[in-house]
Structures are given as C-alpha cells and as structure tokens.
C-alpha cells in the first residue's frame, strides 16, 4: 500500500548488518519495535480518515434525502393548490344556470328560424294547395261512368 512507502524507505536506509554495530541484534530489535509502532500509528490515522469520511458522506446523503424531500413537499403543496383552486371554481359554477343558458340560446335560434321562413313556408304551401288539378282525368271518368251505369 501507499503509506507504507515512506516507511519501507525508512527501515532500508536504517537496516544495520547483525554484527556491524556495538548494539546488534538489539538495535535491531528496537528499530523493528519503532516500525511496528509507525505502522500501527498509520493504521490508527487511516481508520480515522475512512471513519471520517463515511461520516461526511453520510451527513451529504442525509441532507440531499432532506432537500429532495423539501422538493418533493414544495411540489406536492403546489398541486394541491392547483388542485382546489380548479375545483373551487368548478364548484362556484352553477351547472342549472349553464344549462338555462344554453336553453335559452337554442330557444333564440329556434324562433329566429321560424320568423325567417315563416312568409317562405306560407307562400309555398299556397302554391301547392292552388296546384291541385281541377279535372278529372279520363281514367277519372271511366271509373265513375263503370260505377253509374
């Protein structure tokens, strides 16, 4: 791993040849002590660093949970708005005086067609009714004359 690095460069550059030096295998023994020690220090230093961080990540996940909550209840209370404002309006209408409305028009346009075809219609069913053959015809005559004799 990465922070050992700093560490194995140490203990190379510390490592003594057993019997080169007065202490020996002492000195030895009390730079592997001091190593161990460095590591455990590092290993400490890193547990924290990883607990730290999963605390900062957690505290980030809790505040976008809460703004995206705050989003959604801005939006939900928006809709609901909306919402009660289309059906207050839809309630304030009356539906009877719509519909009385509409009755009326159509009743409007009803005589408006009656006043604009009245002379029309008169003149046509005049022309009919003074269109009517006075005449018998032969079949007419043959008929009765059958009958009479």
């Known amino acids: ?30 730079q592997s002590q001091e190593l161990i020690q460095q590591l455990l220090v590092a290993e400490k230093d890193a547990e924290s660093t990883i607990m730290n961080a999963k605390k900062a990540r957690l505290a980030k996940l809790k505040q976008a949970k809460d703004k995206a909550e705050d989003d959604v209840k801005a939006f939900r209370d928006e809709q609901e708005r909306k919402f009660q404002a289309e059906m207050g309006a839809k309630a304030a209408a009356d539906p009877s005086a719509e519909l009385k409305g509409a009755t009326a028009q159509e009743a409007e346009m009803v005589e408006k067609d009656y006043q604009q075809n009245k002379e029309q219609t008169i003149a046509y069913v005049i022309s009919k009714v003074l269109d009517v053959p006075t005449q018998l015809s032969t079949t007419q005559k043959q008929a009765l004359m059958m009958g009479v004799a």
């Open 1 to 30: 791993p990465y922070w050992l690095n700093p560490l194995l460069a140490q203990r190379s550059s510390n490592f003594a040849v057993p019997g080169s030096s007065p202490t020996g295998s002492r000195g030895m023994s009390g």
